[in-house]
């Protein structure tokens, strides 16, 4: 077998396959997370092999994880898990069999190289958002932008104008630069206290995938308007715009615990604000001195 290790929001994942099961060309974003070998636990293991797990589903539906609007239907099985990973093109790309904490993950590949790349990338950032909900490290669906060596996450549901915004403070905003624009990780540290954004591997249809990370600035949850308004979110309203922007199997009461515990510490450290906007500089300048204060 040959191993693959890799290291993202200072964590480590380790992918195995066989001599016949060369998976390095699918994964070009992970290059940048590529590490030598250490001898560490860790935070999940996947193997990947052509016949090591069906097609068929096994177990009981429990629910569809959604990617990025493309929905993978999870079983619950004895030992864990079971997902079947479908392209955009609703062609079967994967299956996955996990344990409970998906620290132990099977993979088979289907289907030409752009279903199998895209399949193996799924497979992964699953494994990555439910394991690491055990190690304080919550995967969101955000768009990040640097500013004075700190992250900003811009949250709200697909459309309203995540990445838009970090194109404007690119744009109006000197200084600022992107970090993530779909996928980025946040890990708490508990005894630090400290929060910090990272980038991975899954950056959705925009290309940016550094393995850098910054301390955390703010959240700010978008919503397009006819006028640029933005107040600071009191906690409740914070908790409920930061947790509904993570990755989470509301059905596994285990995971979605401990991502709820982690939001609740993030939220006493980090402020959070919703802005009602236009897509246009003055709603970018009017955020910028907000939440950078």
Same mark, same amino acid.
């Given at each position: 077998?040959?191993?693959?290790? *890799?290291?993202?929001?200072?964590?480590?994942?380790? =992918? #195995?396959?066989?001599?016949? +099961?060369?998976?390095?060309?699918? %994964?070009?974003?992970?290059?940048?997370? /590529?590490?030598?070998?250490?001898?560490?636990?860790?935070?999940?293991?996947? +193997?990947?092999?052509?016949?090591?797990?069906? #097609?068929?589903?096994?177990?009981?539906?429990?629910? #569809?994880?959604?990617?990025?609007?493309?929905?993978?239907?999870?079983?619950?099985?004895?030992?864990?898990?079971?997902?079947?990973?479908?392209?955009?093109?609703?062609?079967?790309?994967?299956?996955?069999?996990?344990?409970?904490?998906?620290?132990?993950?099977?993979?088979?590949? *289907?289907? !030409?190289?752009? /279903?199998?790349? *895209?399949?193996? /990338?799924?497979?992964?950032?699953?494994?990555?958002?439910?394991?690491?909900?055990?190690?304080?490290?919550? &995967?969101?669906?955000?768009?990040?932008?640097?500013? !004075?060596?700190?992250?900003?996450? *811009?949250?709200?549901?697909?459309?309203?104008?995540?990445?838009?915004?970090?194109?404007?403070?690119?744009?109006? %905003?000197?200084?600022?630069?992107?970090? /993530? !624009?779909?996928?980025?990780? &946040?890990?708490?540290?508990?005894?630090?206290?400290?929060?910090?954004?990272?980038?991975?591997?899954?950056?959705?249809?925009?290309?940016?995938?550094?393995?850098?990370?910054?301390?955390?600035?703010?959240? &700010?949850?978008?919503? #397009?308007?006819?006028?640029? &308004?933005?107040? $600071?979110?009191?906690?409740? $309203?914070?908790?409920?715009?930061?947790?509904?922007?993570?990755?989470?199997? %509301?059905? !596994?009461?285990?995971?979605?615990?401990?991502?709820?515990?982690?939001?609740?510490?993030?939220?006493?450290?980090?402020?959070?604000?919703? =802005?009602?906007?236009?897509?246009?500089?003055?709603?970018?300048?009017?955020?910028?001195?907000?939440?950078?204060?």
């Amino acid at each position: 077998m040959k191993h693959l290790y *890799f290291r993202v929001a200072d964590a480590l994942f380790l =992918l #195995q396959f066989s001599e016949s +099961t060369d998976i390095r060309p699918l %994964i070009p974003s992970c290059a940048p997370f /590529n590490i030598p070998p250490v001898k560490e636990v860790p935070m999940f293991e996947m +193997t990947v092999g052509h016949d090591l797990v069906s #097609q068929e589903p096994v177990g009981k539906e429990i629910g #569809q994880f959604d990617c990025g609007g493309i929905n993978h239907g999870m079983y619950k099985t004895e030992e864990g898990y079971k997902i079947l990973i479908s392209s955009p093109e609703k062609e079967l790309s994967c299956s996955m069999e996990t344990n409970e904490e998906f620290s132990t993950c099977r993979v088979s590949l *289907f289907g !030409d190289y752009n /279903n199998q790349s *895209f399949g193996l /990338n799924n497979a992964m950032m699953i494994a990555f958002a439910f394991s690491g909900a055990y190690h304080d490290i919550i &995967l969101m669906h955000a768009s990040v932008t640097i500013y !004075d060596n700190k992250g900003y996450l *811009f949250l709200g549901k697909s459309g309203t104008g995540k990445s838009t915004h970090s194109q404007l403070w690119h744009k109006y %905003i000197s200084g600022s630069e992107l970090l /993530n !624009d779909d996928n980025p990780a &946040l890990r708490f540290f508990p005894k630090e206290g400290k929060v910090r954004v990272y980038g991975t591997p899954w950056s959705g249809k925009t290309p940016c995938y550094r393995n850098l990370s910054v301390e955390t600035g703010a959240f &700010l949850r978008l919503e #397009q308007y006819p006028e640029n &308004l933005i107040n $600071k979110e009191p906690g409740i $309203k914070a908790f409920a715009s930061i947790l509904s922007s993570c990755s989470t199997m %509301i059905w !596994d009461k285990c995971s979605y615990a401990r991502i709820c515990d982690t939001v609740a510490s993030i939220v006493e450290r980090i402020p959070a604000y919703y =802005l009602r906007c236009r897509p246009d500089e003055a709603a970018a300048r009017l955020s910028h001195q907000a939440i950078t204060r």
